[in-house]
């Protein structure tokens, strides 16, 4: 089992930054390929970003260039810092951790998520 606690959501003005953290509780995360997902009010849960075991990063188009995923193994920790934040970025953020090495983009390639943060941004 790996248990996951997103921090850093918020209420940002447009242009703004705010970095996401997640913390695992298991000290194999460096193991796991981490990803964080997005779900606004009324819509389904899409993809963000995603960083393999060995660094690999994914972004999806639209974060591309304003995003950026991170993590650091020491702290069983994964980031995703988020900038030149827009309206339409607004959505509760979801970690989460698989253990399989393929289509980070996909929701069924996790098996373990956090409960998620607010993060919304203001125009």
């Known amino acids: 089992q790996v248990q996951l606690v997103e921090s850093g959501g918020g209420l940002v003005q447009a242009g703004g930054s705010l970095r996401l953290s997640c913390a695992a509780s298991?000290?194999?995360?460096?193991?796991?390929?981490m990803g964080w997902f997005r779900q606004a009010p009324g819509k389904e849960r899409k993809f963000v970003a995603a960083?393999?075991?060995?660094?690999?990063?994914y972004y999806t188009d639209s974060v591309k260039g304003r995003f950026t995923i991170s993590r650091d193994n020491a702290k069983d920790t994964v980031y995703l810092q988020m900038n030149s934040l827009k309206p339409e970025d607004t959505a509760v953020y979801y970690c989460?951790?698989?253990?399989?090495?393929?289509?980070?983009?996909?929701?069924?390639?996790?098996?373990?998520w956090g409960r998620g943060t607010q993060v919304t941004v203001s125009s």
């Open positions: 989460a951790a698989t253990s399989l090495d393929l289509r980070y983009d996909l929701g069924t390639s996790y098996g373990y």
């Open positions: 298991r000290s194999t995360f460096s193991s796991y390929g």
């Open positions: 960083i393999s075991r060995s660094g690999g990063t």
